[in-house]
């Protein structure tokens, strides 16, 4: 009957340690699971933080190249330069933001000049004088654009003077050209 009993209490015993090193090796399983999940996100986060800085650097050249197609005559070197660049940075998920004629959002846009309609509704993006670009959902670089839109309202903006200042502003705030300040419009 000891036996029976040493038996019985050996093999809870066997029961009790094979279900605490079961538990610990979920444990540990799991948690190597998060470690690999949180490596393979911290290795994404890394890559698209290099070809944002790779893109944003490469801008310049985008302009000058946009500038160089627009004001000289399209040679076959020249289109080549310009498709090749193009694609390259499309395939790494470049795209460009501002659009004439969609209406301006301040997350996307610099506006830097306005001009007043009294037919029009909303602020609209009437040309692009700077094309910006973002990469999935995080904008590089915001659109320099010239807007147009309604008159303010009676007695709630001072009046805008020709150049998009308001009347009597002297210099422009923080040194900023252009007449906006950080994503605001100036009135």
Known sequence: MDEDRQCTTDLAR?????????????????EYDNYRKRVHRDRLAVREIAV??????LLPVLDAVDRTCANEPMTPGLKDISDT????????GLQAVGEQGEPFDPAR???VTQHLSPDADRLVCTQILRRGYRIGDQLL?????EVT??????????EVAQDSRPAGAGKEPSGRVGGYRGREMLP
Not at 52 to 57: E, F
Not at 141 to 145: F, G, S
Request: net charge positive; hydrophobic share 35%.
């Open 14 to 30: 066997l029961r009790r340690l094979l279900e605490e090193r079961t538990t610990d090796l979920q444990r540990v399983k799991a």
């Open 149 to 158: 839109g309604p008159p303010p309202p009676a007695g709630g903006r001072p």
């Open 109 to 111: 846009h610099d506006a």
């Open 52 to 57: 944002a800085n790779v893109l944003r650097a």
């Open 141 to 145: 670089r915001p659109a320099h654009v």
């Open 85 to 92: 660049l193009r694609t390259q940075l499309g395939s790494l």
